[in-house]
């Protein structure tokens, strides 16, 4: 659910865009890539630290 705005987003879209193209609410295309880029946040700190061991 997230991945798709997301993706949408680094495509070069607006947040307006993206809501029109899934047909959802703005306010969920926002909440929807905070979260995408929170989740992937994670991911990288871990994924670094994994790196560096």
């Given amino acids: 659910a997230y991945h798709t705005?997301?993706?949408k987003y680094f495509e070069g879209y607006k947040?307006?865009?993206?809501?029109?193209?899934?047909?959802?609410?703005?306010g969920t295309v926002k909440t929807r890539i905070f979260v995408a880029r929170e989740m992937l946040k994670k991911?990288?700190?871990t994924y670094s630290k994994d790196l560096y061991k």
């Fill in 5 to 7: 705005p997301f993706i």
């Fill in 43 to 45: 991911y990288l700190k």
């Fill in 15 to 26: 947040y307006h865009e993206i809501a029109d193209m899934l047909q959802i609410p703005l």
